[in-house]
T-cell receptor, first 110, second 113 residues
Framework: DTGVSQNPRHKITKRGQNVTFRCDPISEHNRLYWYRQTLGQGPEFLTY????????KSRLLSDRFSAERPKGSFSTLEIQRTEQGDSAMYLC????????FGPGTRLLVL | KQEVTQIPAALSVPEGENLVLNCSFT??????LQWFRQDPGKGLTSLLLIQSSQREQTSGRLNASLDKSSGRSTLYIAASQPGDSATYLCAVRPDFGNEKLTFGTGTRLTIIP
């Protein structure tokens, strides 16, 4: 059990560019979650997968955001045409019951 | 819509003291409640999970209680240490098959040596 891993850990991009983040869950976990956390706030739910099926999406996930989990293992979160308001920590979690979180990807949009 | 509140937002306590962190939620239809710890710039570490049917859970110096009917949970930390300094977040998972967690904004705890 190596825990949940996320890459990259930090990303700086210019407004309007596309970015993609990767999450590798704990291997036996079939559920995978994405959250976004801004400074001084608790994480906010974005989306959730069970195996490869995306079962729920928050209204925070605008049409510029897309998440995939093609083989039910790792997941990617892509943000197109980034805006300064997208600057945040993007957290991935996996689990059956208890959600185990990764270290996050910190995005800064200039 | 579920709302989770944690008061106070920040707390400073001398080393060795016992302390209690509070979490309240507006909708009592929850499946479970989790307490997390977050160090600056890091991800979340799960501390304790309490099922809706349970009253409390213990792990080492930590004890979490749940009063579902009143919408409250507490995290008790015994014999605090400087290494306990972090932000503590509570999160509730709603009932009826919805798996997303709703988080509070956290309590930033500082243990003074």
């Amino acid at each position: 059990d190596t825990g949940v891993s996320q890459n990259p850990r930090h990303k700086i991009t210019k407004r309007g560019q596309n970015v993609t983040f990767r999450c590798d869950p704990i291997s036996e976990h079939n559920r995978l979650y994405w959250y976004r956390q801004t400074l001084g706030q608790g994480p906010e739910f974005l989306t959730y997968f069970q195996n490869e099926a995306q079962l729920e999406k928050s209204r925070l996930l605008s049409d510029r955001f897309s998440a995939e989990r093609p083989k039910g293992s790792f997941s990617t979160l892509e943000i197109q045409r980034t805006e300064q308001g997208d600057s945040a920590m993007y957290l991935c979690a996996s689990g059956p019951e208890t959600q185990y979180f990764g270290p996050g990807t910190r995005l800064l949009v200039l | 819509k579920q709302e989770v509140t944690q008061i106070p937002a920040a707390l400073s306590v001398p080393e060795g003291e016992n302390l209690v962190l509070n979490c309240s939620f507006t909708d009592s239809a929850i499946y479970n409640l989790q307490w997390f710890r977050q160090d600056p710039g890091k991800g979340l570490t799960s501390l304790l999970l309490i099922q809706s049917s349970q009253r409390e859970q213990t792990s080492g110096r930590l004890n979490a209680s749940l009063d579902k009917s009143s919408g409250r949970s507490t995290l008790y930390i015994a014999a605090s240490q400087p290494g306990d300094s972090a932000t503590y977040l509570c999160a509730v998972r709603p009932d009826f098959g919805n798996e997303k967690l709703t988080f509070g904004t956290g309590t930033r705890l500082t243990i003074i040596p």
